[in-house]
């Protein structure tokens, strides 16, 4: 993987370099692992004239292979107690003989630009931009593996937990039980907080899990994600409880079944992310649910939950090859409940046979 990291800094400093910095500050969590490997929390990477340097405030944690960062980087680790990586990669830069100095503003906080420029005040300071993380849109093959085995854990968390019983149980507890089992088959940990919701809660997005209990008739829907070595993927069902569903509940998922795989089909290097958007929606609009359908269809999924690309009306931009994506329409009745449908998918050209699917759990609708 040291290569693979060499590579992408390169990039960075073209980018850096084009724009008249001869140097860069990586201080955005996600950023700085893309670009060095695995980092104690809050370390930051200097893209320096003369070298590279990793400054943390403490030691990495080498027990793990894959926990420790680029070995071909040179660590820098802070002695004392409370001091600011950002600010001593600053002053690292002027030692290296650097005048400019590009910075993730759009991550430093007020209070830690202007302790940077205080450290340093003869550097001058700009603006990198979103540079890393339209870097970070494509994924590698590597990157891609480590969010099929992601959607691997996801799926087999699902599948165990249909199979147990759940009248009775409460949301918060289920939610608790999936992401015991990420954990268990291999996860790093839930890739966000796992969302159950039943009866009138269920198709909500983001619905943060409550006490109230399955009952029989109910929809359940559950989206949770696994984080495997960095990388988040994501996996959206719904089901109902108990009984056989009722006409309403059959029409509504079906309608959201075929939205989804509207949007799905439509992912192909090239496409406008807006038009996957349309695909989806115009089947939930047209049938008289305009009104209740999400902001997004989807977003991009990598070493952060939500990424770019964004899949919504407004979007800009292009699909690439190779780009990992989230499809997830549903419909919320207040009141009722709902459907959410979603899938974690990477954009793949047709010779290539099309987007691939990570996560494999039934779309049918079952009843449990």
């Not at 040291?2 to 969590?29: D, F, K, Q, W």
């Not at 830690?112 to 700009?126: C, H, M, S, V």
């Not at 937990?161 to 839930?190: K, N, Q």
Request: aromatic content about 4%.
């Amino acid at each position: 993987m040291s290569e693979v990291y060499a590579v992408r800094r390169t990039r960075l400093r073209e980018r850096c370099n084009a724009s008249g910095s001869t140097a860069a500050l990586v201080s955005r969590p996600a950023n700085v692992r893309y670009l060095s490997g695995t980092a104690p929390g809050n370390a930051v990477l200097l893209l320096g004239r003369t070298e590279d340097v990793l400054v943390c405030a403490e030691p990495p944690d080498d027990r793990v292979p894959h926990h420790r960062p680029d070995e071909a980087l040179r660590l820098h680790v802070m002695t004392g107690v409370g001091g600011d990586p950002a600010v001593e990669a600053a002053a690292l830069a002027v030692a290296q003989g650097v005048d400019a100095l590009a910075v993730e503003e759009h991550h430093l906080t007020v209070t830690r630009y202007r302790a940077i420029r205080e450290a340093a005040p003869r550097l001058g300071l700009t603006g990198v931009g979103g540079a890393v993380e339209q870097l970070r849109v494509v994924k590698d093959e590597e990157e891609i593996s480590c969010l099929r085995i992601g959607a691997e854990i996801a799926d087999q968390a699902l599948g165990e937990l249909l199979e147990s019983i759940l009248v009775g149980r409460t949301e918060r507890h289920l939610a608790l039980e999936l992401e015991r089992r990420l954990v268990d088959h291999g996860a790093d940990g839930p890739a966000f907080p796992t969302s159950v919701a039943t009866g009138p809660h269920a198709g909500r997005p983001g619905h943060r899990p409550t006490d109230r209990r399955v009952e029989e008739g109910d929809f359940l829907s559950v989206c949770l994600g696994a984080t495997y070595r960095g990388y988040r993927c994501e996996i959206g069902r719904t089901f109902v409880i108990g009984t056989a569903p009722a006409d309403w509940q059959i029409e509504l998922y079906d309608l959201v079944f075929s939205a989804q795989r509207a949007g799905r089909e439509s992912l192909a290097p090239g496409a406008a992310c807006r038009d996957v958007d349309r695909a989806a929606r115009q089947v939930l609009d047209s049938a008289g649910y305009g009104e209740a359908l999400p902001v997004l269809t989807g977003h991009g999924v990598g070493l952060e939950i939500d990424e770019d690309p964004q899949l919504t009306p407004a979007a800009m931009g292009k699909l690439d090859a190779c780009v990992p994506v989230t499809v997830e329409p549903g419909v919320h009745l207040p009141g009722r409940g709902g459907v959410r449908i979603d899938d974690t998918l990477v954009v793949r050209p047709e010779a290539d046979g099309g987007p691939e699917l990570l996560t494999i759990t039934t779309k049918e609708l079952l009843a449990l």
